[in-house]
T-cell receptor
Framework: EDQVTQSPEALRLQEGESSSLNCSYTVSGLRGLFWYRQDPGKGPEFLFTLYSAGEEKEKERLKATLTKKESFLHITAPKPEDSATYLCAVQAPGGNKLVFGAGTILRVKS | NAGVTQTPKFRILKIGQSMTLQCTQDMNHNYMYWYRQDPGMGLKLIYYSVGAGITDKGEVPNGYNVSRSTTEDFPLRLELAAPSQTSVYFC???????????FGPGTRLTVT
């Protein structure tokens, strides 16, 4: 069974304090790994897709990386507006479905 | 483009009542999805559709039904509501797998 585990469950950072969120997965033949941002009371907003080990994508203060077993979302010099829940999801072969992790709640204090 | 829209935003149901959650997308996407999100549990797939007239079960389909008569609309029907169906429901659409899905704002449903 495809599984996605995110850690930590919650993370508190001071503004400017860089850190990383982890997404580990077990899936046979990964077709894609997705990162989403979700603000309170809103739907998830797409951030990145990674397709193969070694791939990296960047957007502003966020950088996503992928290995054969896990993905990291690196946050460099975060600001309070980066506070949100970050969701990771994987897509396996033979289907159009995403399997989501439980998410990491990030709080950045000024 | 409005993207993915959902109605209503909030609803309170009594046990045993029925209702339909509406979802419409204006991006001409073939793929549409219904998820539920419970606190600390991530998103669970209820049903999905790969095109008009085609639907399939996801991870947690019991107690729900869907239909897909047009490309734009993908309503979710709850029959005989139960407290276990208290959740936030999200509709999403996508161009084709394995590309990204676009989510609506959600419907917060409480069954008492």
């Amino acid at each position: 069974e495809d599984q996605v585990t995110q850690s930590p469950e919650a993370l508190r950072l001071q503004e400017g304090e860089s850190s990383s969120l982890n997404c580990s997965y077990t899936v046979s033949g990964l077709r894609g790994l997705f990162w989403y941002r979700q603000d309170p009371g809103k739907g998830p907003e797409f951030l990145f897709t990674l397709y193969s080990a070694g791939e990296e994508k960047e957007k502003e203060r966020l950088k996503a990386t992928l290995t054969k077993k896990e993905s990291f979302l690196h946050i460099t010099a975060p600001k309070p507006e980066d506070s949100a829940t970050y969701l990771c999801a994987v897509q396996a072969p033979g289907g159009n479905k995403l399997v989501f992790g439980a998410g990491t709640i990030l709080r950045v204090k000024s | 483009n409005a993207g993915v829209t959902q109605t209503p935003k909030f609803r309170i149901l009594k046990i045993g009542q029925s209702m339909t959650l509406q979802c419409t997308q204006d991006m001409n996407h073939n793929y549409m999805y219904w998820y539920r999100q419970d606190p600390g549990m991530g998103l669970k797939l209820i049903y999905y559709s790969v095109g008009a007239g085609i639907t399939d079960k996801g991870e947690v389909p019991n107690g729900y039904n869907v239909s897909r008569s047009t490309t734009e609309d993908f309503p979710l029907r709850l029959e005989l509501a139960a407290p276990s169906q208290t959740s936030v429901y999200f509709c999403a659409s996508g161009d084709r797998a394995p590309y990204e899905q676009y989510f609506g704002p959600g419907t917060r449903l409480t069954v008492t």
